[in-house]
Every structure is written in structure tokens, then in C-alpha cells.
């Protein structure tokens, strides 16, 4: 009989605690006219509670639409990879043509430049369009063979077959793999800040604009197509693959509780432990919160490695722009979609796969200057 996942264990135990904080909120009221965060808005929590069943069903979902175009082991990784070079070369020599066009030939002095003038002329954006598509298949192609090896390569199984040492089933492995599991988990939430891809599928648990314990459960439906520092590393100092799932479980199951405004200060323990306090830091949307506060169960790693931020001013929480939107499918695909819309409007391959792998920060910027520029040279073009 297959190990139940104690996360799923959990949940009577999430659902008792989420009708708790309701029920406390409901004989607290917040001041009229001062809304509370906390507070349990049916919409919202709705949508937090369908993300949190899809991330539950999203490894078996992922793993037959994954495992048949995962290099080594499906039948159809070579047709991807093939598919993705097919559209590298034709967004290439687009790229190519259209470069061509743009500045094969040097205007008269004090002229403006036909395509600047002439609007029947639709050879330059039929070929945007063309390399757009294609663009964004290469770049899907590669993220999907790149992300694919990786797991398969990196996941605790196969490690640990390839390692002699065999910790065991004891406290010791166990506290090893929880601390070290933990550590990894602060690189990787960092890395989910810090990386646009990484961030496509983080972003849903930052969506919502209501900080309560239902906010724990609005969890990635799209792990399977992304990049970590593979927690499968423990296997290399002997933890078994059980063992390293139970860290796993519990490094989740840690992390409910510390979503919830009911709870203030927790003393001495804030200095080591990752509290409701430091990790409503996290979550603010604020400019001084932004990209803090990454750990799970310990706060150590933040202060150790300069990302701690102490809770001083009231978090405003979501995203620096709000979707708006209690759609589950809307919350867990709006961030590829923009990937896809930035990649396809790129003319280069760096920043094609820039918009993908650099910091969102960065994309945000590049393309609201590419689209100035964009609107600029329209804007010379019409006089």
C-alpha cells in the first residue's frame, strides 16, 4: 500500500483551523471602516481552496502529460526537441529578413523612411507575427525539455540509487533531511522571487489581496514545468527518498499556520523561527517587503544571507498589480500568458529568453521601455 502524503493527512486539521480564525474574526470585528485583510471573503477563499485541490491533483496530471516528452524516457522527447529547433530556424531567419528589410538600405538625408510612412506596406508585421509564434514555441520547447531532464535527473530516487550511503530511517536522517530540506527551500523561494519562471508558477500563492489561514492553501498547480536546487541533493548524504518526502510534508504543514493576522508576536522564538509575523512581510506588497522574508520553518536563513525584513508598517497585500480576478485558471496561467506576449514581441534571442529566466523586475522594465520606444518611433512616423 502506497504512504499517505501527510499534507493530505492535514487537512481536516487545516479545514477545523480556517472555521477557528473565522469564527474568531466574526466576534472581533474590525473598526467600521477600517478593513481587515484577515477577514474571509467567500470569493477569494473559494478560489484559494479550488488552487489548493488542483496543486494536489497537478503531480499525476503533470506526470502523464510530462513523462512522454521527458528525454531518456518518452517516446515523444525527440519530436519536442525536434519541434523546437524547426521553430528556432524559422524565427531565426524571420528575424533575419526583417532586420533586413529595416536597415538593408540608408535613407536620403532629411527623409523619412518608406515603412515609417506607408501604411500598405504589412510585410514587417506579418513577419513579427510569424517569428511571435514561433519564437514562443522554441522557448516553450526548450523551458519543457530543460525542466524535464532536470527532475528526472535530479529527483531523489535516482540519486539515491546512484549513492552507497544509507542513513536509515532514524531521528538523526529525519532531522537531517528537515533542516536540510528547509535550507534548500529558502534558495528555492528566493529563486521564485528572483526568476521569472520560477516566479509564472509561484505567483498564485501572492495572488490574493486577503491574508488568512485559506491563503496557505492557494498553492502551484504548474511545478512540474520549472527549475529548483533539487531537494534530491539530500540523497547524496544518505536520506532516503521517504524520509526526504516527510521533510517535505512537514515543511508544508509548518508553513499553514504562520498565514493568518490573528496572531501577533510569538517572543523569543521570532529571532529563529519563521512566524505569522515575518512571513505577512513576504507577502506585503509593499516596497520595503517586497523579495524578504523567504524562509519556511527557520527565519535564520534570511538573516544569514541579508534578506530579513522586520514588520513594522501594516502589509498591503497581493501583487504590485493586482489581476483582479477570483478565476482559478485566470490566477494560475496569467504570468505565462504575459511570458508568452513578451517573448513573441521580442526581436533577439537573449531577450526572448530573458523575459523567461531573468527577474521579473527586469522583464517589466524592458518591455515597458521597448513599448515607449515602440510608441515613440510611431509617433515620428506620423508627422
Known sequence: MPKLDLTVLSIPAYIGSMATEYVYYRRNPAAPGN??????????????????????????????????????????????MGAGLAAAAVTTIADVRRLRDEKGQLPHPGTVPERLTTTGDTSGPVLQRISGGTAVAAVTATALTTATTWAAQTSGKHLFSRNSRDLGTG????????????????????????????WA????HHSSERYNLSTALRQPVAEGVTLTVPYGLLAFLGVRPSTIETARALNLIYQFWI????????????KVLNTPSHHRVHHGSNRQYLDRNHGSILIIWDKIFGTFEEEGERPVYGLTKNINTFNPARIASHEWRDIARDVASADTWPDRFGYLVRGPGWAYERR??????ARERAAVGSV
Do not use: C, F, Q
Not at 489548493?52 to 524516457?73: E, F, I
Not at 537531517?176 to 523561494?189: E, K, P, S, T, V
Not at 508558477?201 to 498564485?204: D, G, L, P, T, Y
Open 35 to 80: 478593513p481587515r485583510a484577515g477577514d474571509y471573503e467567500l470569493k477569494d477563499t473559494i478560489a484559494s481552496l479550488t488552487m489548493g485541490l488542483g496543486s494536489l491533483v497537478a503531480p499525476y496530471v503533470s506526470s502523464k502529460l510530462l513523462n512522454p516528452v521527458t528525454p531518456g524516457r518518452g517516446k515523444w522527447a525527440k519530436v519536442l
Open 171 to 198: 531521528w538523526a536522517a529525519t532531522a537531517l533531511a528537515i533542516l536540510g530540506w528547509d535550507a534548500l527551500y529558502y534558495w528555492n523561494h528566493r529563486l521564485s522571487h528572483e526568476s521569472r519562471w520560477m
Open 201 to 204: 508558477v509561484h505567483v498564485v
Open 259 to 270: 498565514h493568518t493576522e490573528a496572531i501577533n508576536k510569538i517572543g523569543w522564538l521570532e
Open 368 to 373: 515597458d521601455g521597448l513599448e515607449s520606444r
